[in-house]
């Protein structure tokens, strides 16, 4: 998982060519701190197939103003080619994040493919 600020998010998170999960959250809030591990087992499963990137909604007013993101956390936004095409709500375990998605392309999350050479 990646951290990406107002200054790092053009070329870490639309430059990257790659399907990209952005997760908006507040370091030290509760639901947060519970989606963490969550997010790491994700990107764990996905085996370099997705890049997960962290926003903190309170150090990144631009990305939060671009996104539409207020206080009310977490929010997950799923991109493909830097254009949104899922948002998920609330603290979720990352089995679901994973049929969310899934169900959303209507496929096994190893659809999503990187190119071999680029790893998060």
Do not use: N
């Not at 790092?8 to 060519?17: A, D, I, K």
């Not at 103003?65 to 929010?75: E, H, K, N, T």
């Not at 998605?101 to 050479?117: I, K, Q, S, V």
């Amino acid at each position: 998982m990646i951290v990406v600020s107002d200054e790092t998010y053009q070329e870490r998170v639309l430059g990257s060519g790659y399907p990209v999960l952005l997760v908006f959250g507040r370091r030290g809030d509760l639901d947060s701190r519970v989606m963490g591990p969550e997010l790491v087992a994700f990107e764990a499963k996905m085996d370099g197939r997705v890049l997960v990137a962290a926003v903190d909604i309170e150090s990144c007013p631009e990305i939060c103003r671009q996104w539409g993101v207020g206080f009310d956390a977490p929010v997950l936004i799923f991109l493909r080619y830097g254009v949104m095409e899922r948002v998920l709500h609330g603290v979720r375990p990352a089995a679901r994040i994973e049929r969310d998605l899934a169900e959303y392309f209507g496929g096994e999350p190893e659809h999503f493919t990187l190119p071999p050479d680029v790893r998060p």
